[in-house]
């Protein structure tokens, strides 16, 4: 079955973005260093790219970001520079050889600003409805609630590979340490847009409320279902090549929203989208002169070659 084309008509909107491990393995879990690299490969793409992050959560095979971005073809470029350079580091960590993900990124973006708040509580339950741990903040892996009460950041560490490998061609008998090429990283981690009106005093009141209620209800469903949490230590001693027997395969909205309404509409505007891109597809293909791609889409590679390399 043909992919869903990325379609971001408002680059004003949050975007969901997931990505999951290969056969549902176990490639990201959690390690001090792996954490650290983790977050310092994505600041250093937002950086490059110029991507706002709302908020960003690694369980141990999938990794979730709510962000901002500037078109869908610097997302695209976004994501496979964090995609490719995260998985150079699970390879070096980890002793993974071959592919990681399981296909390509879902972004799905978040129409209103009510789903913007339950997308938040979706990521910082992630480690609670998985009865991994007791409480978000004992998630030993990436999770950005500690920079959402404080409104701050969170610190990590890029490799620039690329200039230690120019300096071991350079030269090759020299002795390169991985450890002078890493770069100190700093995250930041903004408040959604609905809610970064409110003082930092009333947003942390916000955040604490929903982290109390997300605990309250996992344990109370814990309870019910006489299910205990396996720990931030069982989490730490997994082995990152497991592969488990089942994974669930869902399908992913559209869209966020809360009303039917608003589904309808986005639906109605993504097969309008989608046409209208399939025909500039084929008037590419047939060298018309003609071929207008349509606004909030990803085009063709070489329509938009001028874009950073994602490589570096």
């Known amino acids: 079955m043909a992919r869903k084309l990325r379609y971001l008509p408002d680059p004003t909107r949050p975007v969901e973005i997931t990505v999951r491990c290969i056969q549902g393995r176990y490639l990201l879990r ?3 260093t792996l954490d650290r690299r983790l977050v310092g490969i994505v600041a250093h793409a937002t950086e490059k790219y110029g991507v706002v992050v709302h908020g960003i959560n690694a369980m141990s095979n999938h990794y979730a970001l709510l962000v ?3 078109d869908a073809a610097t997302m695209a470029a976004f994501m496979c520079l964090v995609n490719q350079q995260i998985s150079i580091e699970v390879g070096h960590l980890y ?3 071959g592919p990681m993900w399981q296909g390509r990124y879902h972004a799905i973006v978040i129409e209103d600003e009510a789903s913007e708040v339950e997308r ?4 910082l339950s992630n480690c609670l409805k998985e009865n991994l741990v007791e409480r978000v903040q004992d998630w030993p892996g990436v999770q950005c609630d500690g920079a959402l009460l404080s409104g701050g950041s969170l610190k990590g560490e890029w490799v620039n590979r690329a200039a230690m490998h120019a300096e071991r061609q350079k030269n ?3 002795r390169i340490d991985e450890k002078d090429f890493i770069v100190q990283k700093t995250l930041p981690i903004h408040p959604m847009p609905s809610l970064a009106r409110l003082p930092h005093g009333q947003r942390a009141a916000l955040y604490r409320r929903m982290i109390r209620e997300l605990e309250a209800d996992a344990a109370e ?3 019910r279902d006489g299910k205990t949490v396996l720990g931030a230590a069982r989490v730490l001693a997994m082995d990152p090549h497991y592969c488990p027997t089942s994974m669930d395969r869902s399908p992913m909205p559209l869209v966020h929203t809360t009303t039917k309404a608003a589904r309808k509409l986005w639906r109605a ?3 309008a989208f989608a046409e ?3 025909r500039a597809a084929d008037a590419l293909r047939a060298h018309r002169p003609h071929c207008d791609f349509p606004d909030g889409c990803v085009p063709p590679l070489h329509l938009f070659c001028d874009l950073p390399a994602a490589a570096t």
């Open 95 to 97: 002793g993974w050889k």
């Open 120 to 123: 938040l509580r979706y990521m």
């Open 172 to 174: 090759p008998t020299a």
């Open 30 to 32: 959690p390690s001090p």
């Open 269 to 271: 505007a993504y097969i």
């Open 221 to 223: 469903a814990r309870r």
């Open 276 to 278: 209208a891109y399939r």
């Open 68 to 70: 901002v971005v500037p």
